[in-house]
């Protein structure tokens, strides 16, 4: 009568010795069921053997400047050969210690009025100011890092202070002292007011007095021209002949400079603002380099670190410091100036980001402890077993560092950077769920094995625990290993060796799992359940030897049996079933047998529970009858096996899925619930498709921390002029990157440059032609919204051409073919220059002209004008001058690296060719904006250079725009993310259906979980990040919803593997089953995932707190769809019997027959 649910007074079978191959889960069991703690250990010393092995590797590479670039993007390797060709220039070029202005290495000051404040420009502010600004440039080593002039090391350049609010006020000079340290001389500049009058500069201005500072700036903005021409009319040039020559200029650069400085309401009529701000540059090469481009990055320390030390003063100056859960620039920096105003201080600079980015970052993931204590609680509580959830965090940490041998070691991936410790907050959940089904499953075991006839002893249980779990386990490890390789798909570097070392934990756990559960719940049934602190303590400490009682196994009370898995003795036969009762026979037709279709033993992927598949070591499914066919006699006397639980010995979830929530989808309520899904679904991808880039630029910091607010300062346009220049180059004679024999696995490894062999500019046809480019870069217009004056340049600043650059009025006033004309180069047959001594011209024919800028020249030879255009040096000639002039040390600064000479010496014959020349211009572009405003801008660039290279001589070539402005790469990368969120969806769902067609041999089950994870999809990106948060697709949302697309599979899978593998009949017991079996694992997994991520929220970078929103979303929003939509589309329209069974493709595949 076991058929009908009477325990069987009979002796259970034997059963065989199960086979390492034919049956692994079941040899393992046994093994580890005989010497648990043998297993046990030689399992942990294999696990820690392999962790060993790996940890001298474990640590994070060296970032480098490409590690977020796409390699593959032509932008991206325009600028990666424009700076590999430049840095192969650095071999052939010298510049003189700190003489070029390293613009990365600058420090900003920002000052803002708050309160009744009104305007900035008073004595008390601008003293405020000048202690403040002093903290920079009187700091003891500035002299020695400072933008030093280029002919004495020990002074700083004007332009190291060029753009600080204090030059209009102050007259400065800084140098090193006999001891190295900076010294700095200040006074008040002289005021320009009385010049008309008395032509003097005498009278210093009073910076105490407000009348005298508006009236100071006031004629600055305004005073006109020519005051050096005045004072000659009116007979004074003796007064002014060593001053009044530069008289002109200095006003003049200081009117240009005004716009930096002030709000862009700032003007004559206005002379109040209440937004200033201030530059400083520090400079390079540093002493032991030749130029800038020599170990750029270790030439930067010094100078970096030097920024770094002194906004860590600032932060005591304003007092302000660092909490548990707060940055120190989450608190305002701010000084008074009355009782009702003060002033706030921001300060940024590029080093500075980068530190506290480093600093954040580390902060954020010391919240990863707290995800490890309340996993491992809930664990505890979940087990009932302390020592369960502290083996179960170990091997979920183990699994990071065999995963990382496999990586690193035996992969030989060399990338490892931040963002692959995220693992840690995905893999806290997955582990915790492995575990959770495991061990739900051994505790269900006992029930299921009594209700099916068979032993229900230990060893039986553990062996029934390992194929019911472990299968469950492995389908659902497989498929979110799956989904996280999807990422490995991706041409960012971060992303593919995150995609593939996750990959490689989830599999680990997995097989961590499956080796040490099985032996450690032996161990803890054994020794451990039911006992007290004190005994269980003991216990552990002697390793089992002492405190140990004889184990009373509760399966051999249930069954009668003392038989174990492998003992070889006889045992009884076990009763005639059921259906070979006459009786039955007799009033059963043919067609009323149940039929056995569906429990073809000789699918390999099938599962079977009761009747195990012995060619299947991930077994279990019995065999559903016939969709729409009559039940037998048989199976109306039997009952439905969703009806044998006991609900005495349920735990609350489980019973709570066994009868409320299971009368709740049996009710008509479930046809509301698909409604209502099915609406959510529409309105998800309503809302997604919503969804657009960012507009604006995209934040990283909390809305209270100073970088944020500095860059909404910058976005909302408030100064006239913007902080950052994005450069643009124009760029001939590279033809490309030479991509052979790179490591995938190096984002800075991109190849070889590879240059034009038929360059040549030393034609007049080329020289021409580059003319033609730069005088009509300079009114080019650009239509896209991102350009600023609906012009490409920015006309503020000039284009640098070193082949010549012109005036308004067309007249050469820099470049190559001034210097010949007006410089160095002027009529002289040798000219030195650094040691060089190439051959411009003979005495008899000077390349020269009577006047430059006005100014008579005195020319050896004949007079004879060069130009470009008209009468353009060439060949040979041309070469050797153009050699020669790109080794001037004027040259190396206002053109560095404009010209590719490869060559150590100019003087040779014939003379060495170019290899590359460039041109550049300021773009219109005002950062920071958002990447597609980069992309439209890029693309004008682009189209422009595009047009030109029609009429481009061959000799020259198709010339390409680029630059190597860090954020116009990174607009790249930012608006390709997007794409790697759906190549992830796109590989995800059909590797899923794949696996699930495989797992459950069934294609409508498979279906239905593709439906529902495409719910969950888009109820994750269309309601949770569109609709709650309000997000735009851009950058953090992207790679964070690249990185949770393998949590959205595994709750609905294994749902979906219960479905198939119950002993039910119909489809409403199955579902039954499933939820009741599964449920409580699918449960605490969502709860111990959540707890894994909510901790994130806490964090300080926008970065984690959006990923532990889509972590948590993408948990509750699989949970609801696996457990409510699923559970009630199988309750109405599940697969039973042979519907939607694919048994027999894998039969045909096998080449095997079916049994009858």
């Known amino acids: 009568m076991a058929e009908m649910g009477v325990q069987p007074t009979h002796e259970p079978s034997r059963q065989k010795p199960a086979g390492v191959f034919s049956d692994p889960f079941g040899w393992y069991a046994e093994r580890a069921t005989r010497r648990p703690r043998l297993m046990f250990f030689c399992a942990w010393t294999f ?46 070029s010298t510049n003189n210690e700190r003489s070029v202005k390293n613009t990365d290495q600058l420090l900003q000051f920002v000052y803002e009025a708050e309160g009744n404040t009104d305007n900035l420009l008073t004595p008390t502010v601008l003293a405020e100011m000048m202690k403040i600004e002093k903290m920079f440039y009187e700091n003891a080593k500035f002299a020695s890092y400072c933008h030093a002039q280029s002919t004495d090391k020990t002074k700083c350049a004007e332009s190291a202070t060029a753009s600080a609010i204090t030059r209009l006020f102050y007259k400065t000079t800084i140098q090193q002292d006999a001891n190295g340290n900076t010294a700095v001389t200040q006074t008040p500049v002289m005021t320009y007011v009385d010049f008309k009058t008395t032509f003097s500069l005498t009278t210093p201005l009073d910076l105490t007095s407000q009348a005298a500072i508006d009236a100071h700036l006031a004629f600055i903005l305004s005073a006109p021209n020519g005051l050096y021409a005045a004072a000659l009319a009116a007979g004074q040039s003796d007064l002014i002949k060593n001053t009044g020559a530069g008289i002109d200029a200095a006003l003049a650069d200081s009117a240009k400079l005004l716009p930096n400085f002030f709000d862009a309401t700032w003007s004559a009529t206005n002379l109040k603002t209440k937004y200033i701000q201030s530059f400083y540059f520090l400079g390079l090469p540093l002493s032991g380099y030749a130029n800038p481009y020599v170990s750029q990055e270790t030439q930067s320390e010094p100078g970096n670190d030097l920024i770094v030390q002194v906004s860590d003063e600032l932060k005591l100056h304003f007092g302000m410091k660092e909490t548990l859960l707060k940055s120190p620039f989450q608190s305002e920096a701010t000084f008074a100036t009355t009782a009702n105003e003060r002033v706030k201080v921001y300060w940024f600079s590029q080093p500075v980001m980068e530190k506290e980015w480093e600093l954040i970052s580390n902060k954020d993931l010391r919240f990863a402890i707290l995800s490890f204590i309340g996993v491992g609680m809930y664990m505890a509580y979940h087990t009932r077993s302390v020592l369960i959830s502290l083996t179960s965090m170990s091997m979920t940490v183990c699994s990071i560092f065999v995963a990382f041998f496999l990586f690193r070691v035996v992969c030989q991936i060399v990338f490892f950077q931040f963002i692959n410790f995220l693992i840690i907050f995905v893999v806290l959940g997955i582990g915790a769920d492995d575990v959770f089904v495991f061990m739900d499953a051994f505790h269900q075991s006992l029930d299921e094995l009594q209700s099916a006839g068979e032993p229900a002893t230990l060893p039986h249980r553990i062996r029934h625990t390992m194929k019911r779990a472990l299968h469950a386990i492995f389908v659902t490890s497989l498929t979110t290993a799956g989904a996280f390789c999807a990422t490995a798909l991706s041409p960012l570097v971060p992303l593919r060796s995150f995609g593939v070392f996750s990959a490689m934990v989830i599999l680990c756990v997995f097989t961590l799992n499956a080796l040490i559960l099985p032996p450690l719940t032996v161990m803890y049934t054994r020794s451990l359940a039911g006992r007290g602190w004190c005994a269980s303590i003991l216990i552990v400490c002697t390793f089992g030897l002492c405190g140990t009682k004889k184990y009373e196994d509760p399966g051999e009370s249930l069954n009668g049996s003392q038989y174990v898995v492998g003992v070889d003795e006889p045992a009884p036969p076990p009763p005639p079933p059921l259906s070979n009762n006459p009786f039955l026979k007799m009033v059963a037709s043919p067609a009323q047998q149940p039929s056995p279709a569906s429990q073809n033993p000789n699918n390999p992927f099938a599962a079977t529970s009761g009747s195990q598949n012995p060619n299947n070591p991930f077994a279990a499914t019995s065999g559903p009858v016939v969709e729409g066919a009559t039940p037998s006699v048989e199976e109306k006397l039997r009952p439905d096996p969703a009806e044998k639980r006991d609900t005495k010995k349920l735990r609350f979830t489980e019973r709570f899925f066994y009868q409320h929530y299971y009368k709740f989808l049996k009710s008509p309520a479930r046809f509301l619930v698909l409604l209502a899904f099915a609406g959510l679904f529409f309105l998800g991808a309503y809302l997604w498709l919503q969804l657009d880039l960012p507009t604006e630029p995209e934040q990283w910091f909390p809305a209270d921390h100073m970088f944020q607010q500095y860059q909404e300062l910058a976005t909302n346009k408030v100064f006239s002029a913007a902080p950052t220049l994005v450069n643009v180059s ?99 047959s040798g000219v030195t220059v650094n040691s060089l001594n190439p051959t411009v011209g003979s005495a008899s024919s000077g390349y020269c002209q009577t006047t430059c800028g006005g100014v008579t020249v005195t020319c050896s030879g004949t007079a004879t004008t060069v130009d470009p255009t008209t009468n353009p040096l060439t060949g040979d000639a041309f070469n050797a001058a153009m050699c020669a002039y790109a080794n001037v040390e004027d040259t190396k600064v206002q053109y560095p690296s404009h010209v590719g000479f490869f060559t150590s010496s100019c003087a040779t014959s014939p003379a060495s060719r170019a290899s590359f020349m460039l041109m550049d211009a300021a773009s219109s572009l005002r950062m920071p904006v958002a990447p597609v405003a980069f992309k439209e801008v890029r693309d004008a660039w682009n189209d422009f250079a595009a047009t030109w290279n029609a009429d481009a001589p061959s000799e020259l070539g198709a010339g390409s725009a680029t630059s190597t402005n860090p954020f116009w790469l990174w607009s790249v990368t930012s608006l390709s993310l997007m794409d790697n969120v759906y190549l992830g969806f796109k590989v995800c769902f059909p590797m899923v259906f794949v696996v699930l067609s495989i797992s459950t041999c069934n294609v409508v089950l498979a279906f239905y979980s593709m439906v529902t994870i495409a719910g969950i999809v888009t109820t994750v990106i269309g309601v949770g990040a569109g609709g709650i948060q309000g997000w735009d697709l851009g950058t953090a949302e992207a790679i964070a919803a690249v990185i949770v697309i393998g949590f959205s599979v595994d709750y609905c899978v294994h749902l979906a593997n219960a479905y198939i593998e119950n002993d039910a009949v119909d489809r409403q017991s199955r579902t039954r089953s499933a939820l009741t079996t599964m449920g409580i694992s699918v449960t605490a997994g969502a709860i111990t995932t959540i707890i894994a991520g909510v901790f994130l929220s806490m964090c300080i970078l926008l970065f984690f707190v959006k990923f532990s929103f889509l972590i948590c979303w993408t948990i509750f929003s699989s949970y609801v769809w696996a457990v409510v939509f699923f559970g009630a589309l199988c309750m109405t329209a599940g697969p039973s019997g042979n519907f939607g069974d694919i048994s027999w493709v894998f039969d045909a595949l096998f080449c095997r027959k079916k049994k009858d």
């Open 47 to 92: 696990v820690i053997a392999l962790c060993a092995a790996g940890l001298p590797y474990f640590e994070q590479t060296e970032s480098s400047e490409y590690d977020w670039l796409i390699g593959t993007d032509e932008t991206v390797r325009r600028s990666y050969a424009l700076k590999s060709a430049q840095e192969d220039l650095a071999l052939y």
């Open 730 to 828: 124009i760029v001939w004679g590279i033809g490309g990157v030479d991509d052979s024999n790179t490591n995938p696995w190096i984002p800075s490894d991109l190849g070889n440059v590879v240059y034009a062999e038929n360059f040549d500019p030393s034609t007049a046809a080329a020289q021409a032609y580059i003319m033609r480019v730069y005088e009509t870069l300079k009114t080019a217009a650009c239509a896209k919204s991102a350009c600023v004056g609906s012009l490409l340049i920015n006309p503020l600043y000039e284009i640098r051409n070193i082949l010549g650059q012109t005036s308004s009025t067309g007249a050469l006033n820099a470049g190559f073919y001034y210097w010949l004309n007006c410089g160095e180069g002027n009529g002289y």
